[in-house]
């Protein structure tokens, strides 16, 4: 199909990382395991805060919900990036490229939300424990979890719209290892100042007012902890939301610095450099930062581990019978 002397471009041929390839294999191994610890974390989190009584609290559920996020976002875009290295390059459909586009984004902009509900808990938890359980009861929690899906899901269908709008009659080559938003402002032949102004309009719902809300919480967390008249229980209070702050700082840093600001003139290394650490090592480093050191959730995992000992045990023992 053509428009004029130009071919419209129906299929996306995706590049990677051209500059590595004599090292395609052992960064195809490498990234392998990270997909698998990934998996292996983020699913051990879910089931942990799912099974475990003690850990029914408000802060393990949104925990729970942060892992899940954090899987799709790797499932969403890892394996994609495991085929382009095993082939050293692949291609992508026109709709299967908008289609991973739209579920990064809404991920994307779900996690930032989830990362500001977390920290109200953190908020009522430390400035006003007395009526915490009154005020993040089950109702509450699961309709702010709700309303972090639904929102941001539903923003993002706004800016794939404008996405899907803009002609691609030249270059079919991106270089990148997924669907990214800069390489493809790069490729279109449209004129794409209204799609980044647009990007720019949801991004400060979905980006800045979360941040602006950290920020404003944080504050208060940190002046109401100063008053703490026991340096252990300063010490208690900080270790409770420190957590949350690192992994805010680390993924709002490189979220603002590669989406809120994308155009034609981004750099694509820098981009693609970026695009590592909030869809490859951000979701591997939450459950460690989160929940691996965290006391509660190794006395779940210690008794998970106990049950299944016994399970095992008993099965061998019924098989030994029925022999």
Known sequence: MTSGNQTVVSRFILLGFQGL????????????????????GNLLIIILASLSENLRSPMYFFLCHLSSCDLLLSVVTVPLLLHVLSENGGSVSFFGCLTQFYLFGALAS??????????????VAICNPLRYASIMNFHRCLLLVFWCWVFAFSIMLNTAFQFFKLDFCGSNIIDHFFCDLAPLLQLSCSDTSFVELENLLTGVPLTFFPLMYITGTYVSIFV????????????????????HLTVVCLYYGTLIVAYLFPSKNQSLSINKTLSLLYTVMTPLVNPIIY??????????????????????????KNVHVLE
């Open 224 to 243: 109401t902890i100063l008053k703490i008249p026991t340096a252990v229980g300063r010490q208690k209070a900080f270790l409770t939301c420190s957590s």
């Open 110 to 123: 779900t996690e930032c939300l989830l990362l500001s509900v977390m920290s109200y808990d953190r908020y």
């Open 291 to 316: 929940s691996l050191r965290n006391r509660e959730i190794k006395i779940a995992l210690s008794k998970l581990c106990i049950f299944n000992s016994r399970f095992i045990q008993h099965e061998r």
């Open 21 to 40: 390839h004599q090292y395609r294999s052992l960064l195809f191994l490498f990234f392998l395991i990270l997909f698998l610890a990934i998996i292996s």
